[in-house]
């Protein structure tokens, strides 16, 4: 199973942007199946998008629109691009290779308003 470390989380305003990246340990095979979840304060983690064979397949309705999820073969990096930012995407934001128990450590976003 791949290993994964993710950043780019910080501070940010509403309406601003950031994108947040996960280095996995080797290449990241088109077959598999990679998200982003997040973990807001005192709640439970959910799913924010899957990308499979090189191209989205699910997205939040949360972040429908407003977040994109991408690959970078040659880099092992899996991306998510969070463009107008709310309050409410404020959490832990971990990437996860489906169907595994391997998590990283996450990477905090903070949206004030």
């Known amino acids: 199973q791949l290993q994964t470390v993710e950043s780019g989380g910080g501070l940010a305003k509403a309406g601003e942007s950031l994108r947040l990246s996960c280095v996995a340990s080797?290449?990241?095979?088109?077959?598999?199946?990679m998200g982003w979840y997040r973990q807001p304060p005192g709640k439970q983690r959910e799913l924010v998008a899957l990308?499979?064979?090189?191209?989205?397949?699910k997205y939040s309705p949360l972040v429908k629109d407003r977040f994109t999820i991408s690959i970078d073969n040659a880099k092992n990096t899996l991306y998510l691009q969070m463009n107008d930012l709310k309050p409410e995407d404020t959490a832990v934001y971990y990437c996860?290779?489906?169907?595994?128990?391997?998590w990283g450590q996450g990477t905090l976003v903070t949206v004030s308003s």
């Open positions: 996860h290779q489906v169907g595994t128990d391997s």
């Open positions: 080797e290449f990241i095979p088109s077959f598999i199946t």
């Open positions: 990308l499979r064979n090189n191209r989205p397949v």
